[in-house]
């Protein structure tokens, strides 16, 4: 009550609130989370144990390296969505449902603009990463980098789906889900790891949240908020992938001349990569009224910390 007390001031704490109804909810609300966070803290881990039990501690090794740097994807681009949650519930409390629909509509628009471009950047310039940084003896880790990659496109941008449902009361179908999720990741990766090698690890993460979130709960989501499906394919992706076909051909491009020989070179060319990658998604996948609507945004943040005093 306090915590929401100072996050929202305009609000009034009723004695009602602490009524044993309202206690039952929330406490049925914490052991969902509880359960979605176990979820997550299980599937992180759970590769690695099948791995080691199939393969040996030095295949574990190699496979980290590849996790490692898709754990750094997914937390370098997803910082900027976890302070969507406390605002979907504001708006969902408030039965706002046009600030659920933007939240949903330019979270996952920004998101997926962010993760994508790492993602290209992880895919064309991963071998040459895992070489440079790790040195021989580390290509294993190489095609389960790719597969993480992709998956962490999804993982990303799926945050603002996520505190959609969260946030509109479908906790126990995210719960179900994450659940889902890592029984699906242990069968396919048992399956695939005897003939497959580490990709059938990397196979059995990606292949079950990607399926769970695009046909399941990123649909749901769009219905709980009233956006269409091909509405919200057509404003959060397509701009998207509107930026990543040039980036796409500029790195294969580079790629062309040779192998970087130092981390300095390949971060040069990805930084090259990355331009162009921005300027497609500005150009060619927001339209004016984007652009303006970004750019005035962009102006009032930066009058804010000019005008905040030290």
Request: net charge positive; glycine share 12%; hydrophobic share 55%.
């Amino acid at each position: 009550a306090y915590a929401a007390r100072r996050t929202f001031p305009e609000m009034r704490i009723s004695p009602s609130l602490f009524s044993s109804g309202h206690v039952r909810e929330v406490t049925a609300f914490s052991f969902y989370l509880f359960l979605i966070s176990v979820a997550i803290q299980v599937g992180t881990h759970v590769d690695n144990l099948i791995i080691g039990a199939y393969m040996g501690t030095s295949a574990v090794a190699v496979y980290i390296v590849a996790m490692r740097l898709s754990e750094y994807h997914r937390q370098l681009c997803g910082q900027f969505t976890g302070f969507l949650f406390p605002m979907v519930v504001r708006f969902h409390a408030s039965r706002d449902g046009d600030a659920l629909r933007s939240t949903l509509l330019e979270g996952t628009r920004l998101g997926l603009w962010l993760a994508s471009g790492v993602a290209l950047g992880l895919v064309v310039f991963g071998r040459d990463l895992v070489h440079l940084w790790m040195g021989p003896g580390f290509e294993g880790a190489v095609m389960p980098l790719y597969i993480l990659a992709g998956a962490g496109i999804v993982m990303v941008a799926q945050g603002p789906t996520g505190s959609i449902l969260l946030g509109t009361g479908h906790h126990r179908l995210v719960a179900g889900a994450s659940m889902a999720e890592i029984a699906m990741n242990v069968v396919i990766t048992v399956a695939l790891i005897g003939t497959v090698g580490l990709p059938g690890a990397a196979i059995g993460t990606a292949v079950p949240f990607v399926l769970i979130n695009v046909f399941l709960l990123i649909p749901i989501a769009c219905r709980s908020v009233g956006v269409p499906v091909r509405r919200f394919f057509r404003i959060a992706v397509a701009p998207t992938i509107a930026g990543l076909v040039p980036a796409a051909a500029a790195g294969l491009a580079l790629r062309s001349l040779g192998a970087p020989t130092t981390l300095a070179i390949l971060f040069t060319q990805a930084a090259i990569v990355g331009v162009i990658y921005l300027a497609g998604f500005w150009v060619i996948g927001l339209s004016r009224q984007d652009r303006l609507q970004y750019l005035a945004s962009a102006r009032g943040l930066i009058s804010g910390a000019v005008a905040e005093p030290a």
